[in-house]
């Protein structure tokens, strides 16, 4: 008897075992994907990671229905990686292997119903919503759930389909559909009968009284031609013409192209393409790195002698991207694969670029924004080590890509939170999961940053990460002048226009006047957080979350920011009928809006998430402020992030305070990282930058630090502050989050579960505590906290913490509790 040992992409966190035939053991690779029953009727796409002769003694183990890859498409590296993710993070295998595979390798059934044949049916026995779906299943021979759902316009639709099936009407089919094609290129070319001198002629008298299709044949020959010039080739090895490009060089129409297809004068065949291809040129000469940037370079390579993973410290500005092109050559020089790890979308935007002028198409790129057959391609190109993905440029989920020949990791803007995946599971944090898949693949980490996490800083410090620091910007270019705005004065002198000061307005008038660009930040998208009652007080609250609606004046609606809830503006308050609503706090809308009231004849752009939906949202904003379309840009936290643009002279906070004050250990460092970054953006060619910091605390600490660019003075104050009262990195911290739409129940098994944990934990436990937003999508939430110190085993307090979460889940009325466990919390 032969069994195949497979990783299922559903929520579980064992493996299951599955019967195969002796053929298939021996033809079964691990990292090969299976169709599998799972369930009464489901089926779905499984990994096999080991085949053996041990039979479960707790199941019968049912036969696989069929292997669906001739190579492995996952890799043993990754399922070892994958294992560690879901060891090291408390989560199941499943997840992890469904958030690391692209959704089109990921086939689940999908459920079919279709209409019985040679079944007499008495239509007036059927009720209003059975006879819908009898007369779509006449006009068409299956229908889909969700089709189903669209038909009747309700969600559930299960009740009406089995009242279907027991009158014996309709029939269910599980199906498995492979959803990845590639993409094909429609190219064409000229009958072989006519490629003579004599078939020419004879061609030009056939076509004599058809204009349109004269022209096309002769816009044909004059491309075929163009290409020869360019030195293409004979007619032989030419470019191939693609029906697309001809139709446009002709100012046609694919109804004329087929007319000549038909009458065998043209010939159309299929060119298989990838979906993202590099056009450009590269850059001939090669990069030189200034006298700091070569001393820094030499470091990392010394430092990656003894150690394996390197803090690369310059301020904003210091050319880092330079250095990471140079390492790069070095390790494709040598065959290696390079991983180069984003914190943000936008960025890979503006970095691609820059990569490609020196790489050419060696780079691929790699993030959510793909569609699914792009990223397919993609694990394709990277999977068979092809030279088009030698460089992968991604957010954090380029991590689980199957890579065979890694040298390299470049975790740029390591400190950032986006790094760390909170929902859904796996909760892993792409810095610390990199740093474990190069140790597996013997390869280097470098973390670039200009203001590093604590736990990065206190590693390199410690001697455990090499550290090369840089502590001046590129060609010499002075660190940015930063002036600090108190709110509360200007308040008092009526000096304010709006949420602008008048220091930030005469700044702005300047730097325009120049030609010069101006970036504004405020870490709020929308127009408005609260919208009130003058009357009665009254705010409008969602309905689902513990929250005010936003205001949003472009679509003159209220939206919840958490689960997307919206409802019209209202005109007078839900409460007591006045009509007296005013707006309070502000966003990047309302700071567009009262730009464009200053500064009627200038160009204002705004990069949010409203903004940036859709494919190509960033780079649109991106490359039109780059090439000087937009002279203001309003902006959230994407603007902070290492984005550069050589015009900006002026960046403005519009209010420094809003980040400091949040309920969170880490605000202060935050808060640090945030303005220091917004500021880098500022003066990053010959002339000074300048900021403004708008704040109500001009004499606070952190601002302070901020001012004179002093990133060790704020390290050594968190350093100090988190040693008292016992966060990272001398405590390492695992949160866990429970969820409930009933309140009671909620509140007795988080106090259940926390006394559980203190009496068996000699640990410091926290909780059970009502977050800030205590409710969300309707449920109710409570958090515990524990903290385990450097000394304490992590793996064991990790096993105990799991002891007591099965035993919770073993009693009867908290089992419908969700816990969700997220460790290292950031």
């Not at 779905?44 to 696989?64: C, G, M, R």
């Not at 740093?435 to 800083?457: F, M, Q, R």
């Not at 504004?520 to 409008?540: A, D, K, Y």
Request: glycine share 4%.
């Amino acid at each position: 008897m032969y069994f195949v040992e497979v990783i299922l992409p559903l929520s579980l966190a064992k493996t299951f075992t599955y019967s195969i035939s002796e053929t298939e053991f021996h033809y079964i690779k691990i990292g090969m994907r299976l169709a599998v029953p799972f369930g009464k009727s489901k089926i779905y796409t499984a990994l096999a990671i080991q085949t053996h002769q041990n039979q479960p003694t707790l199941y019968d183990a049912k036969e696989i229905h069929q292997i669906l890859d001739e190579i492995p498409v996952v890799n043993e590296i990754q399922i070892a990686h994958w294992q560690w993710i879901a060891s090291y993070y408390m989560c199941a295998i499943g997840d992890v292997y469904r958030g690391a595979m692209p959704s089109a390798l990921l086939l689940e059934s999908e459920t079919i119903i279709s209409k019985k044949t040679n079944e007499f049916i008495d239509e007036s026995k059927l009720s209003d919503d059975e006879f819908l779906i009898y007369q779509a299943l006449l006009q068409q021979s299956s229908l889909k759930v969700q089709d189903i759902m669209s038909i009747l316009n309700k969600k559930n639709i299960f009740p009406v389909v089995q009242k279907l099936i027991d009158k014996n009407i309709l029939v269910l089919q599980e199906e498995i559909l492979e959803t990845y094609k590639p993409k094909l290129i429609r190219y064409i070319r000229l009958h072989s009968k006519y490629e003579s001198n004599q078939g020419l002629s004879e061609l030009l008298e056939t076509l004599k009284s058809a204009n349109k299709q004269k022209e096309i044949i002769l816009r044909y020959f004059q491309l075929i031609a163009s290409n020869k010039t360019r030195g293409e080739a004979e007619r032989s090895g030419a470019k191939p013409i693609a029906v697309k490009k001809l139709i446009e060089a002709a100012e046609s129409t694919m109804a004329i192209v087929k007319a000549l297809i038909d009458k065998e004068i043209f010939e159309e065949y299929y060119i298989q393409e990838d979906r993202i291809n590099f056009q450009g040129k590269m850059k001939e000469e090669s990069l030189k790195l200034s006298e700091a940037q070569g001393n820094a370079f030499e470091e990392i390579k010394n430092n990656f002698d003894s150690k394996e993973v390197c803090l690369l410290h310059g301020v904003t500005s210091s050319g880092k991207t330079e250095i990471y092109i140079k390492l790069i050559e070095d390790y494709i020089a040598i065959g290696k694969q390079v991983l180069y790890l984003l914190p943000e979308i936008a960025l890979t935007t503006q970095l691609v670029e820059r990569l490609r002028e020196y790489f050419g198409n060696k780079v691929a790129v790699f993030h959510s924004k793909f569609n699914n057959n792009e990223r397919v391609e993609v694990w394709k190109q990277v999977m068979e080590n092809s030279e088009k993905s030698q460089i992968v440029i991604g957010a954090r989920s380029a991590l689980f890509l199957p890579f065979s020949n890694l040298g390299l990791i470049i975790v740029d803007e390591e400190h950032e939170q986006t790094f760390k995946q909170q929902d859904p599971s796996p909760r892993y944090h792409a810095r610390d999961a990199a740093i474990v898949l190069a140790n597996s693949h013997k390869a280097k980490v470098l973390l670039g940053s200009a203001t590093p996490s604590i736990e990065t800083y206190f590693n390199a410090q410690s001697g455990k990460y090499g550290l090369v620091e840089i502590s001046e910007r590129f060609g010499n270019v002075m660190m940015p002048d930063i002036e600090l705005v108190d709110l509360k004065d200007k308040y008092f002198r009526k000096k304010m226009s709006g949420h602008f000061s008048d220091t930030l307005i005469e700044e702005i008038t300047t730097a325009l006047s120049l030609g010069e660009q101006v970036i504004l930040f405020q870490n709020r998208r929308g127009f408005s957080p609260v919208v009130e009652c003058m009357t009665c007080g009254h705010v409008p609250q969602c309905q689902q979350c513990d929250v005010s609606l936003t205001y949003h004046k472009h679509k003159n609606q209220l939206r919840c920011h958490y689960c997307g809830y919206s409802m019209a503006n209202p005109t007078s308050c839900h409460a007591c009928s006045s009509p007296h609503l005013t707006t309070k706090g502000f966003g990047t809308e309302q700071i567009q809006q009262e730009l464009v009231a200053l500064f009627p004849d200038t160009k204002i752009g705004r990069m949010d998430q409203d903004t940036t939906r859709g494919k190509f949202g960033f780079e649109k904003i991106i490359d039109s402020f780059k090439n000087r379309e937009i002279d203001v840009l309003v902006g959230t936290q994407m603007l902070a992030k290492g984005l550069d643009f050589d015009n900006v002279s002026l960046v403005g906070i519009m209010n420094a305070d809003n980040m400091l004050y949040h309920p969170d250990f880490r605000a202060f460092e935050r808060s640090f990282q945030m303005m220091t970054q917004v500021s880098g953006r500022s003066g990053r060619s010959e002339k000074r930058g300048k900021v403004i910091i708008q704040t109500y605390n001009p004499n606070h600490n952190t601002i302070q630090q901020v001012t004179n660019n002093d990133y060790v003075g704020m390290y050594k104050e968190q350093l100090y502050e988190r040693q008292i009262y016992k966060y990272p990195p001398y405590f390492r911290l695992v949160k866990l989050t429970l969820k409930h739409r009933d309140f009671e129940k909620l509140k007795e098994g988080a106090m259940w579960l926390y006394q559980v944990m203190q009496q068996n934990l000699n640990l410091p436990v926290l909780g059970p505590e009502e977050p800030s937003i205590s409710r969300i999508r309707n449920e109710y939430i409570r958090t515990i906290m524990v903290k385990i110190p450097q000394n304490h085993s992590l793996q064991g307090t990790k096993k105990t913490i799991r002891k007591m979460l099965d035993s919770f889940d073993s009693v009867s009325q908290f089992r419908v509790i969700k816990v969700a466990v997220n460790v290292d919390f950031y």
